[in-house]
């Protein structure tokens, strides 16, 4: 079994920072990519940013800028900072990671007040 345990969300002003955190752990030690998708109310579910390979990506071109990923490969932790947050960020952020299958963390909750 894998799991993600997510961590950091909460309520934040506009401007404000989070930190999420997330911590892989189960019978796999290494993954391909890990990264963060996040939903919104009504939207679809949007790829945030990713990291494999050494390599990190921002896929959500409004969050370009503020938000970056981080990941440590021996602790197998993916880390998504986010800056000068906004209401349009508000959304249930999920972290992902993928071996041949791709295995969901529970979601933590993202709230940008105006």
């Known amino acids: 079994q894998v799991q993600l345990v997510e961590s950091g969300g909460g309520l934040v002003q506009a401007g404000g920072s989070l930190r999420l955190s997330c911590a892989a752990s189960g019978k796999i030690s290494s993954f391909h990519a890990m990264g963060w998708y996040r939903q919104a109310p009504g939207k679809q579910r949007e790829l945030v940013a990713s990291h494999s390979a050494g390599s990190a990506t921002v896929s959500v071109d409004s969050v370009k800028g503020r938000f970056s990923i981080s990941r440590d490969y021996y602790k197998n932790t993916v880390a998504l900072q986010m800056n000068s947050l906004k209401p349009e960020d508000t959304a249930v952020y999920y972290c992902?990671?993928?071996?041949?299958?791709?295995?969901w963390g529970q979601g933590t909750q993202v709230t940008v007040s105006s």
């Open positions: 992902y990671a993928s071996l041949k299958q791709t295995y």
